[in-house]
């Protein structure tokens, strides 16, 4: 059974740092690709990053270029996420996703990020 | 990148059909075949619905189908059920350089 566990998450002030994981199991975890998308509270869905599994692509969303960066670690079979300079607009809930046929068939529970003073 | 284009909301009667409308541009959708539909609930992480169109994910009522037409695509309910009232959000691939775009996301009331 696919399963994928957020963590990491929390208050931190405007300007702070965030290294969110992602804790994946039930699948050969090197092979996919994976994503981050986020939900800000009351708002609908938006792509984050992605990482290939097996290669060295990395893509951004323009909104968090430049300020976050994704990883993966795949002898431990985890996905991270750092967060530097964040904003007011990057408070959500962070869901990691597993990548297959071009969409996310399999989800986190989510982590919630706020970013407050 | 510009988010796709949802309509608010949508409602039918329980038994009934809606269809909720995703647009995009030449560029994403009318260029790649690469629409997925999810559902959400409140409270809860999205579940994949649609995939690549029109392709249904094993576990999926046949009750959902998801077409396309130029730069639009379309996820048709159908013997609407109370539960299938949630969210729900398109996303299509849009090209190497931002791969994925969501749109803003459907809230489906069933009456």
């Known amino acids: 059974e696919v399963q994928l566990v957020e963590s990491g998450g929390g208050l931190v002030q405007p300007g702070g740092s965030l290294r969110l994981s992602c804790a994946a199991s039930?699948?050969?975890?090197?092979?996919?690709?994976m994503s981050w998308v986020r939900q800000a509270p009351g708002k609908g869905l938006e792509w984050v990053s992605a990482?290939?599994?097996?290669?060295?692509?990395?893509y951004y969303a323009d909104s968090v270029k430049g300020r976050f960066t994704i990883s993966r670690d795949d002898s431990k079979n985890t996905l991270y996420l750092q967060m530097n300079s964040l904003r007011a607009e990057d408070t959500a809930v962070y869901y990691c996703?597993?990548?297959?046929?071009?969409?996310?068939?399999?989800w986190g529970q989510g982590t919630l990020v706020t970013v407050s003073s | 990148q510009s988010a796709l284009t949802q309509p608010a909301s949508v409602s039918g009667s329980p038994g009934q059909s809606i269809t909720i409308s995703c647009t995009g541009t030449?560029?994403?959708?009318?260029?790649?075949?690469?629409v997925s539909w999810y559902q959400q609930h409140p409270g809860k992480a999205p579940r994949l619905m649609i995939y690549?169109?029109?392709k249904r994910p094993s576990g999926v009522s046949i009750r959902f189908s998801g077409s396309k037409s130029g730069n639009t695509a379309s996820l048709t309910i159908s013997g609407l059920q109370a539960e299938d009232e949630a969210d729900y959000y398109c996303c299509s691939y849009a090209g190497s350089r931002i791969p994925w775009v969501f749109g803003g996301g459907t809230k489906l009331t069933v009456l």
């Open positions: 039930g699948f050969t975890f090197r092979s996919y690709a």
């Open positions: 990482i290939c599994g097996g290669c060295d692509n990395i």
């Open positions: 690549e169109g029109s």
């Open positions: 030449s560029s994403d959708v009318g260029r790649y075949n690469l």
């Open positions: 996703a597993k990548e297959r046929d071009s969409s996310w068939p399999y």
